[in-house]
């Protein structure tokens, strides 16, 4: 595997600056791409499994946070609080007390139920210095966050199939988990007193990893304040282990919130929250991406996904027209002229792109394309808009097959 740190900053993807900050990274644009195709997969994967995307404020006050638990047991991780006139406001440090808000602001019916709410939104860590790097330990994360609120009789249910979201979307971006881990509670004062709570939780979490066939290892201190969890590892360059993704079982935070539904009987009843982030910190997932891909994307995360080799300045005005076409059919092209180099080191600069366009005078005239693929495959000349339409159904596939015969 490749380092991320090095790799990402000599492909343009991102960069920090000591002005800006310690673990506050920016993305240039290459890197924008590959986060925003990264992140619009998501959004559509969450949609055709029944989520409702919302959005919520990076502040809160701190009695938000006085009630969900975390200024009592997290506080050491979240910025100070910031005076604003007789209030005190924080930088959030987690999505799900904005979510139990949400889900308070109006009544809802056991018909309602599972009640599925997704937001990919920024959230703050205090992290100490030492242990900041590259996009896998950050300050600033846009998380892909997410809580099914529902009956206890459907949390094996919703917890198994946040588990299988996160598998394929591990299948479609080529992510291989290191372990499974149930986390549980450990010993000392950091996590909510409930022992029948926990004990529910944990039962759950445990039915649905061995429904599903997953070989998993328990390990005690690494569940969250509220509730134990289904953590997903994987492993960097250098063999360090770190959390992706996550299922977990609240019963702490709707009795905490007050979180009610209206049952078949007409009575109040108090539902379930499920967190689950399906590919957690977009900056951590990114990270692992490029570790995992040494920069050669599949096609459809790929910065550029399509590169315009005219093989002189004769065929510049065909490249142009078919750079044109490229765009229209929605994907990403950029146009390697003959003023920046031979044909070869051109090839070479373009070495990471999926699909590479050599367009010579038989080319220019017939109007074909001879495609290289990145894995050193060359096909046969075809025509332009039969190589255009089968590249755009490539990426459209989210797959990890450059070209299908």
């Known amino acids: 595997m490749f380092d991320h740190k090095k ?20 993305w240039l644009p290459d890197g924008a791409v ?8 998501i959004r559509g994967e969450e949609r055709r499994a029944g989520y409702q995307h919302v959005y919520s404020p990076v502040l809160g006050k701190r009695e938000l946070y006085e009630i969900s638990g975390h200024w009592s047991h997290y506080s050491e991780d979240m910025f100070p609080p910031m005076q604003l006139g007789e209030e005190e406001v924080v930088l959030r440090p987690s999505l799900c007390p904005h979510h139990a808000v949400i889900y308070r602001s109006r009544s809802h019916s056991y018909r309602e139920l599972p009640l599925r709410m997704a937001e990919l939104g920024p959230m703050y860590r205090s992290e100490l210095s030492g242990v900041l790097g590259g996009l896998t330990r950050v300050r600033a994360i ?10 206890l009789e459907q949390v094996a249910d919703e917890a198994r199939g946040a588990l299988r979201l996160i598998r394929r979307a591990y299948q479609a971006l080529g992510i291989e988990a290191a372990r499974y881990r149930l986390s549980l509670p450990g010993a000392g004062g950091k996590y909510v007193a409930a022992p029948e709570l926990w004990e529910r939780s944990v039962a759950l979490l445990t039915e649905v990893l061995e429904s599903e066939g997953i070989e998993y290892q328990a390990e005690e201190g690494e569940a969250a304040f509220y509730g134990p969890k289904i953590d997903v590892q994987i492993r960097d360059s250098l063999g360090r282990e770190a959390t992706l993704s996550t299922v977990q079982v609240d019963f702490h935070q709707p009795e905490r919130f007050d979180l009610h539904y209206i049952g078949a009987d007409g009575a109040k009843h108090r539902p379930v929250m499920v967190h689950r982030a399906i590919i957690g910190s977009v900056e951590r997932a990114v990270a692992h991406l490029i570790e995992q891909h040494g920069g050669a994307f599949p096609a459809w995360l790929a910065p550029v996904q399509v590169a315009l080799l005219p093989v002189s300045e004769d065929e510049l005005p065909q490249a142009e027209a078919l750079r044109a076409r490229c765009l229209e059919a929605g994907l990403r092209v950029e146009l390697a002229a003959p003023e920046q180099g031979s044909l070869g080191a051109r090839i070479r600069e373009a070495r990471l ?14 109007g074909l394309l001879a495609l290289r693929l990145r894995d050193g495959r060359r096909l046969d000349p075809l025509p332009q808009g039969e190589a255009l339409d089968r590249i755009a159904a490539r990426v459209a596939a989210r797959g990890a097959a450059l070209w299908v015969d």
Do not use: K, M, W
């Open 353 to 366: 792109v999926p699909y590479q366009a050599v367009i010579g005078a038989r080319e220019a005239a017939d």
């Open 34 to 41: 590959v986060r925003h195709e990264l992140e619009e997969y």
């Open 7 to 26: 790799l990402g900053r000599e492909l343009g993807l991102f960069g920090s600056d000591p002005l800006v900050g310690a673990g506050l990274p920016y």
């Open 142 to 151: 846009q998380l892909n966050d997410g809580h099914i609120f529902c009956t």
